[in-house]
């Protein structure tokens, strides 16, 4: 099983910057939420067992927070010794298709979107949002899963 800091480097990664694309701090958390939900949703297991957090903006994994927080709102660099081959096939997909469907919006959009769903909506605010809670709102919005 990876970290959630695993996963954030995968997608810090997958960024294009000289194509426009910026990974921040506040949409790479978003990023680690929607991973961690479509990979209870089509694998019936978590991809990390790093907590994730409703905090003001939305879901964050803290730990992963606390790593990139010196970069503000601004863009996170490239990961050094970043090595593909660390991520299975069945990771890279559910990732892929993560940053395929979310990786176009901006940190802004994402905080609105998950601001509208039930984990975070349910949980007060500081308090961990539960794997349970994150898997049964995603079974909802997956199909086939």
Known sequence: MHTASDIARYFIWRTEPEEGDVMTNLKLQKLLYYSQGLHLALREE???????EAWQYGPVVPDVYHEYKQYGRGAIPEPEGFDLTDYDADVQEVLDEVFSVYGQYTATALMKFTHNEAPWKETERSAVITRDSIKAYFDTQVVGA
Do not use: G, M, R
């Open 46 to 52: 978590p991809l990390f067992e790093d907590p994730i």
